[in-house]
């Protein structure tokens, strides 16, 4: 049998992936991606940890499942909006529906769609009577968790990925493959079976891992929150600071308006001092925490 060189690979962890598609199936000429599955699966793990949470501490499910379909709505809009405002000139001409409802097209940006969770729970606190606080404090810990498992659609994808690098987590990716190379990782290429690989940062691991164990120490804190509101800042100044960092190493940034700055860095230190200032308002006793209310057993009355 013919040897059949990688698609994917660690050499330093000497892991391989062959044969690693991109489509799952076809249904009528309908491609079905990987990367689509894992933004769905995300989306899915996201709100079941928040509905668990929810139904813990006595609050109506239904408000959540609420937040699930405005917010799964207004993240995808972001989405492709944040996207689209700072790549606007490929676009250019075009009907701006017609490019933004174009999600098979390509070009997501995780920070429209976070943007876009938060606006969703600002209208659900509104239109329900719930304090914004019980809400972030309940979902606020679930955006890590769907970010974590949505960054593995990059790896299908061939996406997401930075320059080069020989560290241990170095990632060996086709470069017929790969999604927005550039001049610099292609003439770094080596020839392997007959192949070229670019050697590169895998920076969607980094944040997928990242946003995984952020996930697990607010679940882990929660309980011992100091004030109300609390999970949603220290979410944002978690998660800013991976990003600033992550983001410098990528070759896909979105730059700020011909600034050459990368636009999610600058998100990302909006986060942070925004984060910091609301974390310093709460630990300096300007808001205390409420208990989170649990449901109580009915008693039985003797007949």
């Known amino acids: 049998m013919p040897y059949t060189p990688p698609d994917i690979w660690f050499p330093n962890l000497n892991i391989y992936f062959q044969r690693l598609p991109r489509v799952i199936f076809s249904i009528f000429g309908f491609e079905i991606y990987w990367y689509a599955v894992m933004i769905i699966l995300g989306i899915t793990c996201a709100a079941l940890a928040a509905f668990w949470y929810a139904h813990k501490t006595g609050q109506k499910v ?67 009577k719930i304090p914004i606080s019980t809400i972030t404090d309940t979902a606020g810990p679930s955006l890590a968790l769907g970010q974590a498992i949505g960054r593995i659609g990059n790896f299908f994808n061939r996406e997401a990925f930075g320059g080069y690098t020989d560290n241990l987590f170095a990632m060996r990716i086709r470069a017929d493959q790969a999604m927005y190379t550039t001049p610099e990782l292609l003439e770094q290429a080596v020839d392997f079976g007959g192949v070229m690989y670019m050697q590169v940062h895998p920076t969607f691991l980094y944040e997928a891992v990242f946003n995984l164990l952020l996930f697990t120490a607010l679940v882990i804190y929660r309980p011992y929150k100091r004030f109300d509101g609390e999970m949603i800042f220290l979410y944002m100044l978690g998660y800013g600071v991976a990003r600033f960092f992550i983001e410098g190493l990528r070759t896909d940034q979105l730059i700020f308006f011909g600034t050459g700055l990368a636009a999610s860095q600058i998100v990302s230190v909006i986060f942070v001092i925004f984060a910091a200032i609301m974390l310093l308002r709460g630990y300096m006793g300007w808001s205390k925490p409420t208990p989170a209310p649990v449901r109580r057993k009915r008693r039985r009355r003797r007949k």
């Open 62 to 128: 239904g408000d959540y499942l609420d937040l699930l379909i405005l917010g799964v709505v207004l993240a995808f809009i972001g989405l492709r909006v944040y996207y689209l405002i700072f790549n606007w000139d490929q676009y250019r001409g075009q009907p701006f529906f017609g490019v933004l409802f174009n999600l098979r097209g390509g070009g997501l940006a995780i920070y429209g769609g976070i943007i876009g969770a938060l606006l969703a729970g600002i209208i659900i606190s509104w239109r329900k």
